[in-house]
């Protein structure tokens, strides 16, 4: 099973493109962090994340996120390109805080907006 669960910050705007046919992209970077101890020192280490959403999802995120929401993102891993970039596929985003203004509000707000695995993700012979 390829399920992946992020909380962190968008690192800028959403950017989105509508391909032909009317299908829509939109994407973010997403900054996840962890804290540790070294030697005494607190340690505070960022990765960044490449999100993607598409359909309604890509609505929803293009016109509702700003740069330092702090989001849930449920998704699964793909890799592309020559190099094999990881990517993150959104199926599920909850925004936990919306940043307003160099304040932050917190939300109870969840789109329902759901995304199904793509027809073929999952093998039918799953044993549960």
Known sequence: MNKVFLIGRVGKNPEMRIYEGGNKKAWITLATSKRYKQDGNLIEKTEWHFVVFWG?????????????????????????????????????????????????????????????????????????
């Open 56 to 128: 309604g999802l890509a609505d929803w995120c293009y016109e509702n996120l700003k740069k330092g929401d702090l989001l849930f993102i449920e998704g699964e891993i793909t890799y592309y390109g020559k190099s094999k970039e990881a990517q993150i596929i959104a199926r599920n985003v909850k925004r936990l805080i919306k940043k307003i203004n160099d304040t932050q509000e917190s939300l109870d707000e969840t789109p329902n907006l759901n995304q199904e695995p793509l027809e073929g993700d999952l093998p039918e012979d799953l044993p549960f």
